[in-house]
């Protein structure tokens, strides 16, 4: 219900809110535009088997422990870093394979997960100082999200860096600076900052409405009946959110009129790619919008593979790739792509030891990309974990990877490019100080 309340949900309106009047006029540019583009892939996406050794030692052990998960190692797509190459893609992900090995634009982040400070075997099986509910789908997506560990969490990380950005970078701002094209999430809600919501392809704004006369009343009568006070905290909560949504369609409705048809071509029958769409058309109207920093929530889902994995997650990456890859050229012909940085999250990756049915049960670390022209890129940060069943990086005997990056230090090197100040890290990201570094590297 907190959710609910708290983000612009619209669906689809007819323009002409004449109240509001068109923003080409306010239009002022926008110097020092940033963006950040979360594909959230929901389910637990098996990173094992989307970046692979393929040196002869390591595939040898891979293909013995994954066993009927193995990838063919002829299939798997090299990974060329200073002059070597150790670790292949998933055959599914050319498109990708292109930008880290020849655009450079794309950066592979190794073996991260939630982590309430560094932790070892030793610690794991100790149970000392661990996040709550690991493995558990709902905890995990809410603590990438939000990066808060235990307890109930209040707002996500987005949010409260959307909150620290606002004051310098969006002073004057026509527009919430967080759109989720992917539903409510947590991620989204700040502290102050709530996301507006909508549909890939739907048109921003409130069914129902025309530019008659009689419909303009009627909008005028529900805009006046969202104001009144009906003492009731959840209902005025609401009307407030249902009034703000309605001007803030307006605004991107008549801001999406006044821009130019993005000539880059995203494939068909591709959700993330309709998504990742209709982030390029609202990062084409900035400037209408007078806005200077921008986030926007996207996902994809069905990377839950207890079963029938290899199949499930092949069509997966075949759409994450080709999706990325079509908006960093979207981001290219806006001029844009070294102030667009996308990256990817999930909730986990999944045991190394296939279980039964061919699928996979869900595990802890796991590796994550970023892509953009601001990337330090054709490089793997971070460690990549001993693939041994009982090794130093198992938590068992099954394969689930301790993490050896934060979600903290991760989310954290995004914010700081982004431009929160190093101060007022520790206050979104709760357990970045047990950490040796807040800053990854992996953006200039």
Known sequence: MRLAC?????????????KFGLV????????GYKALVCIFLFGGNDANNMIVPIDSAGYTNY????????????????????????????????ELQTLFNTNQSL???????????????QNYQKYQNLPANLFSHSDQQDQWQTTQLKGMPNAGWAGKVADKIAPAFNN??????ILSVAGNAIFSTGDVTRPF????????????????????ARLLSLQQLLTFDTGISLVQAASTVTNQAIQDG??????????????TVFPANNSLASQLKQVAQVIAARSALNINRQIFFCSQGGFDTHSDQLAAQQGLLVQLSQAMSAFYQATQELGVPSNVTTFTLSEFSRTFQPGSNAGTDHAWGGHQMVLGGAVKGNAIYGTMPTLALAGPDDTGSNGRWIPSTSVDQYAATLASWFGVASADLPGIFPNLGNFPTANLGFLG
């Open 107 to 121: 950066a592979v982040l190794a073996n991260v997960g939630t982590l309430v400070q560094p932790t070892t075997r």
């Open 250 to 263: 307006v605004l991107l409705l008549n801001a999406l009129k006044n821009i130019p048809a993005i000539q």
């Open 63 to 94: 293909q013995s422990i994954r066993a009927n998960l193995a990838l063919p190692q002829a299939s798997l797509l090299p990974l060329q870093v200073g002059g070597q190459a150790n670790f292949g893609l998933h055959s599914s992900l050319p």
């Open 24 to 31: 080409s006029a306010l239009a002022q540019g926008t110097p």
């Open 197 to 216: 919501t909508m549909r890939p392809g739907s048109t921003p704004g409130a069914q129902g409405f025309d530019t008659s006369a009689a419909s303009q």
């Open 172 to 177: 004057g701002a026509l527009f919430p600076p």
């Open 6 to 18: 708290c983000s612009a949900v619209t669906a689809s309106m007819v323009s002409g809110l004449s």
